[in-house]
């Protein structure tokens, strides 16, 4: 043990004075009060008995002077002597440091299982007191574990979480996976019995959604369900940032059916599909079926389905659109009109005018006698031809576009 005024504790002999031993038993005595305390742990010379060197002992109490921390000497229990011999804190309370920056400048003298608690009256930091635990012998601030944030190795079960607890900043932005086998649900909520249901609501009287991307403020997406509203927005609707409906690609029965294949989205209206259209300008994504030459590059998904079937563009970089202008459109499968024929156009006021031609009339001719007194002859008609001309037809009709999707 230490002395008050030494470090060293000499255990009298026969040869020591009365005087001697008093002197040296008092001061052990009064050590007690204050255990060996000195910048460095106990060695072989601090501690004699029958004048030999002992050094430390097993239960001895050391208290660092550079740690401000109170060690015991344990030859079985220790699991690191950061301050040398076989002193530990194995067993004794918390250590106090001054902040984590005091923390961080004495952690090489920490061993695992040591809590360590930073309270400061320093005012930049006195708000920042937490518990920590040491929970390897690197000697590194690697080692310190705030017991106050709960660890990632899944040992956070859903029994240590109180029930309607978790709220939205405390959920992680990453993949979060929700699976369960046997919901239980009640009629007006899209099922019933051992249906896997995720319910998602807000107030009756607000909108629901699930975004995504939503870090991404200039392009995100949300599947929404519009309180209150009615028609064809009352189920789900997929809007982006800005409020405006969102492309979706999918894979939609129908489309499978008609155009074949599913490694790939549909559009519901395939490129080159041409339909009637009531407006006053083709919308976006159309081109008026006008003969307009367009890019192969920019429409290179319509160039694909027509090729130069309706013309041949500059003959190099662009490509033409059927013109339907003062036109109607016939089918042309394997009759006596290819894709790509055009052929004349109506007139002002839908007038159809035919070609000029010839015409000949075949008539019947007869016979008659003469009588021999009368030395003329007669004649008889046996053929009509008439002038070439022309007629003109009216057809009634409706004047609308035709577009065709790019």
Request: hydrophobic share 40%.
């Amino acid at each position: 043990m230490a002395l008050i005024d030494s470090n060293t504790y000499i255990e009298p002999t026969s040869g020591t004075s009365l005087n001697s031993a008093r002197i040296q038993f008092n001061n052990a005595f009064r050590s007690l009060l204050t255990n060996f305390k000195s910048p460095a742990n106990p060695v072989a010379v601090n501690l004699k008995a029958s004048g030999a060197n002992i050094g430390e002992q097993d239960g001895m109490l050391y208290r660092s002077a550079t740690t401000n921390a109170l060690y015991i000497s344990d030859t079985v229990h220790k699991k690191s002597s950061p301050v040398g011999g076989n002193f530990t804190r194995v067993g004794i309370g918390n250590r106090v440091e001054n902040g984590i920056v005091s923390l961080a400048g004495n952690v090489a003298s920490y061993e695992i299982g040591e809590l360590v608690a930073t309270p400061s009256a320093s005012g930049a930091i006195s708000g920042n007191a937490r518990l920590y635990l040491i929970s390897a012998n690197n000697g590194t601030m690697a080692d310190v574990i705030d017991v106050g944030i709960p660890p990632e190795n899944g040992s956070v079960t859903n029994v240590m979480i109180q029930l309607a607890s978790i709220t939205a900043d405390r959920i992680k932005d990453a993949n979060v996976l929700l699976q369960k086998v046997d919901f239980t649900t009640g009629t007006g909520d899209g099922g019933v019995g051992k249906n896997a249901t995720l319910k998602l609501s807000s107030t009756i009287d607000e909108d629901t959604s699930i975004g995504f991307a939503t870090q991404n403020t200039v392009a995100n997406v949300a599947i929404q369900h519009i309180a209150h509203s009615v028609g064809i927005t009352s189920g789900l609707n997929i809007k982006d940032q800005a409020g405006n409906y969102a492309p979706l690609a999918a894979n939609i029965a129908t489309q499978s059916a008609i155009f074949g294949g599913q490694t790939a989205p549909v559009a519901l209206m395939p490129a080159g599909t041409i339909i009637a259209w009531g407006g006053a300008a083709a919308p976006s994504g159309w081109q008026l079926c006008d003969g307009t030459a367009l890019s192969r590059t920019t429409y290179a998904a319509l160039f694909a389905i027509l090729g130069t079937t309706y013309g041949n563009g500059n003959g190099s970089t662009t490509f033409n659109v059927p013109n339907s202008t003062d036109r109607t459109l016939i089918g042309a499968v394997s009759g006596n009109i290819s894709r790509g024929d055009t052929v004349g156009a109506f007139a002002a006021s839908g007038v159809l005018t035919t070609q000029s031609a010839t015409q000949a009339l075949t008539v019947s001719t007869g016979t008659f006698a003469t009588s021999a007194k009368d030395s003329g002859t007669g004649s008889a008609v046996t053929s009509v031809t008439t002038s070439a001309h022309t007629h003109n037809l009216t057809v009634p009709f409706v004047g609308v576009l035709f577009i065709i999707k790019t």
